[in-house]
């Protein structure tokens, strides 16, 4: 058991992670978590399980910004000596 400090994020509060709980739950920053309140007013954290839908709109919304350059295998089809 580990007592944890609160502390201002923006408008939000927020609850630092221990280095020890982070290696061994196997998240890193940028991870999505779930959380669950219990009956008792436990606050449960668990990693959020994986979603192919998810990954999908995010690299979508990633390739989007990525600006579109010469294909390489046409660019190795122009250089290629025969």
């Known amino acids: 058991m580990m007592n944890l400090q609160i502390a201002k994020w923006g408008n939000s509060l ?3 992670i221990p280095a020890d709980y982070v290696r ?5 920053e940028g991870d ?3 959380a669950h309140l219990g009956a ?4 449960n954290l668990r990693p959020a399980p994986w979603s192919r ?6 690299l979508a919304r990633d ?3 990525l600006p579109m350059g010469t ?3 046409e660019q190795l089809r122009q250089e290629a000596r025969y």
């Open 14 to 16: 927020a609850v630092r």
């Open 24 to 28: 061994q739950i196997g998240i890193k």
């Open 32 to 34: 999505r978590l779930q």
């Open 40 to 43: 008792d007013g436990a606050l």
């Open 53 to 58: 839908k998810a990954f999908a709109q995010e």
């Open 63 to 65: 390739s989007q910004a």
């Open 71 to 73: 294909s390489v295998m």
